[in-house]
């Protein structure tokens, strides 16, 4: 039998799913404890968010402000002045970035790392695997219609999750022998829970549920082509898109499920 002290090596892709992303911390502290060293990780959305700060040994820090974060402050990072291209600019968000990871490169980070966006000219997968870091998370969090697009060389680079919801195959690109998947967004639940929380959803709820739904359905389809070697589903069925300010139960039903996976 293996010895449970004996250090084992991933690879990690961390799929989206806004709020619920929070539950990604929890999933790397899990594989932590249990020994498994982190070779690369690849984030779309939120996974890119939160992959940028473990791949810059920054997890702790974006952790303790997870845990501070008010329904108020919620609202103010995602306040803004409307765009002609998406509802909000999300300078906030770039400045909290800023803040925390300055002007790192995706070069100077302790793990390997890559963010995956989409070009909404062409339909086409973009991984971000070089350059400013900051600018790479920013791309794959852009969800078309709420985030501005960000303009890189020819291209206009939106959420990932339009066409690599759990980034799997990037994780393998990149040279991870094993794949470590956490998937936010599965629909099929056995308690019945609607998507939509009220009889009255906002614009935000009701982009929500429609990307959730059109990601889990690409999600089976990429993870039956390319499967990883340990799915983790944390049950999230309950928590907003918009929960933004539950990161400690959220954080920690992350953790459960990694854990009961990993047993």
Known sequence: MRDPSETRSAGVALGGGAARGWAHIGVLRALAENNIRITH???????????????????DTLMAGVLRLT????????????????????????????????????EQCTVPLATVATDIRTGQEVTLARGNIVEAVRASIAVPGIFTPLRREAALLVDGGLVNPVPVSTVRTMGA???????????????????????????LEIIGASAQIIQASLTRTRLATDPPDLLICPDL????????????????LGYQAAMAALS
């Not at 929960?243 to 954080?251: H, L, P, T, V, Y």
């Open 41 to 59: 990780v690849a984030g779309t959305s939120i996974g890119a968010f939160v992959g940028a700060f473990f791949a810059t040994n920054s997890l």
């Open 71 to 106: 329904r108020k402050q919620v609202l103010a990072y995602v306040a803004s002045l409307p765009s002609r291209t998406g509802l909000l600019k999300g300078q906030h968000i770039t400045a909290f970035l800023e803040e925390h990871l300055g002007s790192l490169t995706i």
């Open 177 to 203: 022998g094993q794949v470590i998947a956490v998937d936010l967004n599965p629909v099929v639940r056995q308690n019945g829970l609607p998507l939509l929380a009220t009889e009255q959803p906002n614009m």
């Open 237 to 252: 069925a309950h928590i907003s898109y918009q929960d933004f300010n539950r990161g400690e139960e959220i954080i920690e």
